[in-house]
């Protein structure tokens, strides 16, 4: 297989199409044996669900090409574990655990030279999605449903790589409590457009939510779960109902606690406690774990003493961890790595 010849080292995040992609049809109860096909385009009716009332949900993962060549996904059956939450909180079918992770390996395996060589810092993302496709027109479930699975290869999430974040408070919430901030629901991103095309307007990377009932605790942000580093280096990340349950934060826990040793409080977090922590980062599969500098609360800045200029000694482990796991230069906890090629 002869690898696209793209300038993977300087790949930014946006979506550049690749061959084939995977699409599956759900009508009369039950899901098609789904194929893959060359075809980019979804044609649907005029009155889809989706269209209306916004019946979708996501995830993301990533393919990366390890140190000894192979293709592999960090921990795909997680993330259908996550959509079969996300599509029984938005009265949509499971897409069966087993037929997410072939249809993974499956769009991966078609879309090869695509994969980004080992040692470019690119990736090839993966978008498995999943809407109503049939016709409604009352408030209701639609009857049919599309899964779909895309990939694209890309690079670094925030512009310039690696680099201290800046964020700043939201005036926005982003989910409510008993709402569906703890699944991958589309209509999760559209409530938090405006807040991050503030955010950027004003000249930060991301923003900081907080909780909508109080606004004291600390949430997420628009893509990315946080996790802290106490001065006594404990980690510490909030735990919350209306929070994505991150498989890149629950990875690091494990890692945090496992590999190195750390204690790991994953607990309430009081913003009025943030001044006090050394470092911060933002962790989730498209951010990694990004390094945050500063927080800023309506003009009041909170700088992190140990990630203002960069990764903080902490975070750096939990991320060379991480990734040398991700790229096969460090044993994998079992289960954690698919091979796909
Ligand atoms: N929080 C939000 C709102 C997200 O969109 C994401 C991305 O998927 C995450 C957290 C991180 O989750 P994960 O580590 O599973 O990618
Ligand atoms: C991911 O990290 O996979 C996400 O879906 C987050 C999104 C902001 C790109």
Redesign the pocket.
């Given at each position: 297989m002869v690898k696209k010849d793209l300038d993977w080292a300087n790949l930014d995040f946006s979506y550049r199409k690749t061959d084939k992609r995977y699409v599956a049809n759900y009508r009369n109860g039950e899901w098609d044996a789904g194929d893959l096909t060359d075809d980019d385009k979804v044609t649907i009716s005029e009155c889809a669900g989706v269209l209306h009332y916004s019946q979708s949900c996501f995830e993301?993962l990533k393919a990366y090409t390890t140190e000894d060549g192979h293709i592999v996904a960090f921990r795909p059956d997680m993330n259908a574990e996550r959509m079969e939450s996300s599509a029984k909180r938005l009265e949509m079918p499971v897409f069966p655990k087993e037929k997410f992770v072939d249809a993974v390996v499956e769009t991966v395996r078609a879309n090869a030279a695509y994969v980004p060589p080992y040692g470019t810092g690119a990736t090839l993302y993966i978008r498995p999605y999943m809407f109503g496709s049939g016709p409604v027109i009352g408030v209701a479930p639609s009857k049919e449903y599309q899964f779909r699975i895309l990939t694209t290869p890309v690079g670094p999430?925030f512009k310039g790589g690696v680099r201290a974040l800046n964020l700043c408070v939201s005036d926005f919430d982003r989910a409510a409590p008993r709402g569906t901030g703890d699944i991958k629901a589309g209509l999760n991103y559209a409530m938090s457009l405006r807040a991050i095309v503030t955010a950027h307007r004003n000249g930060y990377d991301e923003n900081m939510f907080l909780d909508a009932a109080t606004r004291t605790m600390v949430e997420e942000t628009?893509?990315a779960n946080f996790i802290f580093v106490t001065k006594d280096n404990k980690i510490v990340t909030p735990k919350s109902d209306s929070i994505l349950p991150s498989i890149t934060r629950r990875s690091l826990l494990h890692i945090a606690k496992e590999y190195l040793g750390f204690t790991v409080e994953e607990r309430e977090v009081y913003f009025s406690e943030v001044s006090d922590f050394t470092e911060c980062g933002l962790c989730?599969?498209?951010?990694v774990i990004s390094p945050v500098g500063k927080i800023v609360d309506h003009g009041r800045e909170i700088c992190m003493p140990n990630s203002f200029n960069g990764m903080g000694t902490v975070i750096k482990k939990l991320y060379d961890t991480l990734t040398g796991i991700q790229m096969g230069q460090i044993e994998a906890p079992k289960g954690w790595i698919k091979i796909i090629a």
């Open positions: 993301g999430y628009g893509g989730g599969t498209a951010a």
